[in-house]
């Protein structure tokens, strides 16, 4: 690992639903202010305060990249990228005012505040700077990677011992979701470039567009929790604000990109929303908490009710996935709807260091808060405690903790 080289290499390296969000907000809602915070929700070996400075220098640097031209014309050449929006970025350029990092006792501080269209795109550089120093400090770089080598090499053999029973009409499918939280960004590559060499039938491709396109893969991605969260604060009533943000994703990519993620407000409360409509304008549902077989049999047996084929449609799993369970799901619900399995961290960062849990999240919206009620207490997210109960209240969501945190 160089300890010399800047973090960030483009502007490219970014997951691909930040892109698909960033346009169907800058088309729809481009003076919307938004502030972020950073949240790490466990307990680091050391305190993140003492990476301030270098995660000031880096910031420094992202601030001064631009989309070269050939990047600008990879973005184009997706279907469901538009052209102004390409010519939005041949402009953009992150500023540094809008993002603050300080020290708050141990705790690092970083919070971006300012229009959306100019912030909302911070989360996953800082998520993975912050990752990359912290275990650049940790050192035994050498020896972690041995390990995790082998650690990879072990799951690659786990998949191909159980191939027959993973393969069939449709296969078992992986999809690299690690940018946020590796390890670094060579060994990010690296396991890239193995799963795709090793696993061909098996490995889908990545959220990180830039190595999407380096390296030829399929760019993954849809929608995040902040894209229905900001709608929290369009205007809409709030009792709407689930059906206003899957209809503006509708009106903006026409059926491409047809993954809904359920539970900023509780699947229950997701489902009371996704009626016959969206049910079939989506091609299917994201998991991101609570318990995934649960939830993939809720899901089932409302498009049962729809009277909607299952096989029809996909369920996408990305909630803190490793290649067993991912495995397990797949077998549970093998030939009764189609899915696909996101893996983050126990791809990108399995070493002998604990990894970090970090996010940084939407927090208000057009100077209101904005909350996700999540199926796991853990992954609820809220800094107003009043607006939180009356979002439980308006969704018949169960009152839980609230932690900081979510993924």
């Not at 059906?243 to 503006?248: D, I, M, Q, R, T």
């Amino acid at each position: 690992m160089d300890n010399k080289q800047p973090i960030v290499q483009s502007l490219l390296e970014n997951d691909l639903y930040k892109f698909t969000m960033w346009q169907a907000l800058l088309h729809s809602h481009p003076g919307a202010l938004a502030e972020y915070t950073f949240v790490c929700r466990n307990t680091p070996e050391f305190p993140l305060t003492q990476l301030k400075a270098q995660v000031e220098q880096e910031l420094d640097r992202l601030c001064s990249l631009s989309f070269t031209q050939e990047e600008l014309d990879y973005l184009g050449s997706l279907r469901f990228i538009k052209s102004d929006f390409v010519d939005f970025l041949s402009v953009f350029r992150f500023q540094r005012r809008f993002i603050q990092v300080s020290e708050e006792g141990e705790r690092l501080s970083i919070v971006a505040k300012g229009p959306m269209v100019h912030v909302m795109a911070f989360e996953i550089f800082v998520l993975y700077i912050v990752n990359e120093l912290y275990f650049r400090r940790l050192g035994d770089t050498d020896a972690a990677l041995m390990e995790a080598r082998q650690r990879l090499q072990s799951k690659i053999a786990l998949v191909r011992r159980e191939a027959a029973d993973l393969g069939g009409a449709e296969p078992f499918v992986i999809t690299d979701f690690g940018l946020r939280r590796r390890y670094s960004g060579a060994w990010h590559e690296e396991v890239v470039r193995t799963l795709a060499r090793e696993l061909p039938e098996h490995f889908r491709g990545t959220s990180n567009v830039f190595l999407a396109k380096k390296l030829n893969l399929l760019p993954i991605g849809t929608m995040a929790h902040e894209y229905l969260q900001a709608y929290q604060a369009f205007g809409f009533r709030l009792r709407d604000f689930q059906k206003a943000s899957l209809e503006g994703w509708v009106q903006e990519y026409r059926g491409d990109l047809g993954i809904a993620l359920t539970d900023v407000v509780g699947m229950d409360a997701f489902l009371r929303d996704f009626d016959l409509y969206f049910a079939k304008l989506f091609d299917g549902l994201r998991h991101d908490s609570g318990d995934p077989i649960v939830w993939g049999e809720k899901a089932i047996a409302h498009y049962h009710a729809l009277r909607i084929d299952p096989t029809a449609k996909r369920l996408v799993f990305s909630d803190g996935l490793d290649v067993p369970r991912a495995m397990a799901l797949y077998r549970h619900f093998k030939g009764r709807i189609q899915t696909a399995y996101g893996i983050g961290t126990d791809l990108t960062n399995d070493t002998p260091h604990k990894a970090l849990n970090i996010v940084m999240k939407l927090i208000s919206c057009n100077g209101q808060p904005v909350a996700k009620l999540s199926d796991a207490p853990g992954k609820t997210l809220c800094e107003d405690q009043t607006f939180l109960a009356y979002l439980r209240q308006v969704f018949q969501h169960p009152a839980a903790p609230a932690r900081g945190g979510g993924s």
